[in-house]
């Protein structure tokens, strides 16, 4: 049962909608905010970018593992949740509960394919594989996806950690839930809970 929530934003860009919709969010219990904006590397470059982003992540873990929450609900710095994001995700009640958005530049949904384990790999976009907008405004199983909005218990930030792939060239969403994946944890997703995702421009993309 979750009840005791950390709502962490890491920030990069930070959008005032993505703060105001975290803000808004719908919930009776206790609820902390961490808007931690801490990119120790100077640089606008993709490398500097991942490293920061990593850093930010293990930063946030790190500060959630301090305290007695029962879950961590991420919610990226150019990501609008709806108002009862957390609401939903806490009621799937499962290891980590996703939302959906589309990625900035492809524009497919975050949500992946829930593939049969043992599988090496986590899967694909539903979009990739023509399951969107079929599965919409449903509780379904995924092998994960991006961590733009996710809730995460506890047990699973106890045992997984953030890291980089072997090339460090990849952001850490991947390997994390690669490794959320092979560890056995149910992964599912609200579809109803459709955020934005804000570009760089100031346009709102949402999914269709």
Avoid at 24 to 33: K, Q, R, V
Avoid at 63 to 89: R, T, W, Y
Avoid at 142 to 151: D, K, N, Q
Wanted: charged share 25%; hydrophobic share 40%; with cysteine.
């Amino acid at each position: 049962m979750v009840n005791d929530v950390m709502v962490f934003m890491p920030v990069k860009r930070l959008e005032f909608a993505a703060i105001e919709a975290a803000l808004n969010l719908e919930w009776d219990g206790p609820m902390t905010f961490v808007f931690q904006e801490d990119n120790p590397l100077d640089g606008d470059d993709r490398l500097t970018g991942i490293k920061n982003h990593l850093h930010q992540y293990q930063r946030g873990r790190e500060l959630f593992l301090m305290g007695n929450f029962d879950a961590m609900l991420v919610i990226e710095s150019d990501i609008v949740p709806p108002q009862d994001a957390l609401n939903k995700l806490a009621a799937v009640d499962t290891d980590l509960a996703y939302g959906v958005y589309v990625f900035r530049v492809s524009q497919v949904v975050n949500i992946f394919e829930a593939y049969q384990r043992p599988a090496r790999n986590h899967g694909e976009s539903l979009s990739v594989r023509g399951l969107w907008p079929g599965q919409k405004n449903k509780v379904i199983d995924c092998s994960g996806g991006g961590l733009g909005c996710v809730l995460i218990k506890r047990h699973v930030l106890e045992e997984i950690q953030f890291r980089l792939n072997d090339t460090g060239a990849a952001f850490c969403d991947s390997p994390f839930t690669t490794d959320c994946w092979q560890a056995g944890y149910e992964m599912k997703a609200d579809t109803s809970v459709i955020c934005g995702h804000v570009r760089e421009d100031g346009e709102v993309l949402w999914p269709s």
